[in-house]
Every structure is written in structure tokens, then in C-alpha cells.
């Protein structure tokens, strides 16, 4: 079987970032991260820079600042992927989300700015995840404090996306 289309196996990452996993469906993986994310530009379009720059409730990010976590996120998830990849073994650090939000201008971007950047990162990592051979899919290190393989953060990537668009219909645009 073409390990692009098998799920990665609990062992293969912290329950943390099996939820994400678990949120993607079966398929090949490459091409679920080379089409999904035209969903939160369909949840986005239109969508003012005041609207999108407000917070829901004291304390809470902006939907562009949401934007911008999974642009960071995913930039940092597949940095970790091509150092297991490439048959690094030392251990990557984790990342607190907060305090990278807080030191993003992101309310003072464009919708459109930050789903083009959004785009080039995403096109990175699709670009990354196609061309890796059967063996680098299986390596793995430790990220966070915990061990993660190649296979399971191109699924982590596309489940973050997906925890997030679902966040954003709910809880920010409340569409059904």
C-alpha cells in the first residue's frame, strides 16, 4: 500500500495530535492538503478586515489571527517533517501558540494577504509531502517532547486545518 493513503497508527504521534489525525479522512494525503484548504477560503471570501480583525470574546483571537496560527503552525509542522525526514535525530522544541499570535501583526493584514501567504506555505508543504520517498514517510524524532513520524505530521498539518475551518463556522461565523 502507498503509505500516502495509510493513516498514521496511534505509536506515531502524541494523543495531543491524534485528535487532528483522527478529524482527516481516509485518502491519499498529498492530495487531501492539495485541495482542502480552498475551504477556509470559501468560509473567508468577503469577509470584511474590521469583521475579520474582531475578537469574539475578550481574550480570544481574531479570525486573522487564526489565519495566521495555522500559517505559523504549518510552517513549523512541516519544518519538523523535512528534519525527520532528512535523518535529523536531535530533538525539536515545542511552541506555545499565545505568544506567537501575540507577536504577529496579523489584524493589520488583509483577508486576502493572509490567504495568499496561506496559499504559498500550503503549496511548500504539498511540494514537500509529493516528493519524499517510502523511507522518509517512516522516520520519525521527537517534537514537543514526544515522539512524531513524517507520516503523521503531513496528517497533523491537514487535521490543524480542519480543527481550526470548523472553529472559525462555528464559533466565529456561526454558519451551520
Given amino acids: 500500500m502507498d503509505v500516502r493513503f495509510a493513516r498514521p497508527t ?28 480552498v475551504e477556509v477560503h470559501d468560509l473567508l471570501h468577503g469577509l470584511s478586515d474590521v469583521t475579520a480583525s474582531a475578537s469574539p ?7 486573522k489571527q487564526v489565519v495566521q496560527h495555522v500559517i505559523d503552525t ?7 517533517a523535512l528534519w525527520f525526514a532528512r535523518g535529523e535525530h536531535a530533538a525539536l522544541p515545542g511552541m506555545e501558540p499565545n ?14 494577504d493572509l490567504l495568499t501567504e496561506f496559499d504559498h506555505v500550503r503549496a511548500a508543504s504539498v511540494s514537500l509531502f509529493a516528493n519524499l520517498d517510502g523511507d522518509a514517510w517512516h522516520r520519525h524524532g521527537s517534537a ?32 451551520p
Fill in 74 to 80: 504549518e510552517r513549523l509542522f512541516s519544518f519538523r
Fill in 57 to 63: 470574546a475578550p481574550g480570544e483571537w481574531s479570525i
Fill in 144 to 175: 514537543s517532547g514526544s515522539q512524531v513520524s513524517v507520516r503523521a505530521l503531513a496528517w497533523i498539518i491537514a487535521g490543524h486545518e480542519l480543527h481550526h475551518n470548523r472553529s472559525l463556522r462555528d464559533q466565529y461565523l456561526h454558519l
Fill in 10 to 37: 496511534a505509536d506515531e504521534a502524541s494523543s495531543y495530535y491524534c485528535r487532528y489525525i483522527e478529524l482527516v479522512p481516509d485518502g491519499n494525503i498529498v492530495h487531501t492538503l492539495e485541495t482542502q484548504h
Fill in 99 to 112: 505568544p506567537w499570535v501575540s507577536n504577529t501583526d496579523a489584524d493589520r493584514r488583509s483577508v486576502p
